[in-house]
């Protein structure tokens, strides 16, 4: 079964970087496109980036672009987000997804395999 799960949120202040990663398990993640997500309190969940299944292609929200990278590496079965110039209004909680296909899709809700989220905290 196909699962994903989030880590490396937390605390930063303004101006900071964290780097977050996407485990998978179940599946061969080379077959998967794979999205990053974010939902800050009171909004609606939206899309930060995506990686296709060989990497060779991203995509990035204008919000995020210049501050976000985001990488895979398939042999460990993990995707990235390197977030750096962090600001207080990319607090939220930041989800990935699998899409099964080779490049990103322009629709959220073709994403599936949701993972549990990581808080992510820009404050001084």
């Known amino acids: 079964q196909l699962q994903l799960v989030e880590s490396g949120g937390g605390l930063v202040q303004p101006g900071g970087s964290l780097r977050l990663s996407c485990a998978a398990s179940g599946f061969t993640l080379d077959y998967y496109a794979i999205g990053w997500f974010r939902q800050a309190p009171g909004k609606e969940r939206e899309a930060v980036s995506c990686i296709s299944s060989r990497g060779g292609i991203t995509n990035y929200a204008g919000s995020v672009k210049g501050r976000f990278t985001i990488s895979r590496d398939n042999a460990k079965k993990t995707v990235y987000l390197q977030m750096n110039s962090l600001k207080p209004e990319d607090t939220a909680v930041y989800y990935c997804?699998?899409?099964?296909?080779?490049?990103?899709?322009?629709?959220?809700?073709?994403?599936?395999?949701w993972g549990q989220g990581t808080q992510v905290t820009v404050s001084s």
């Open positions: 997804a699998a899409y099964p296909g080779s490049y990103c899709s322009d629709y959220m809700a073709n994403f599936r395999s």
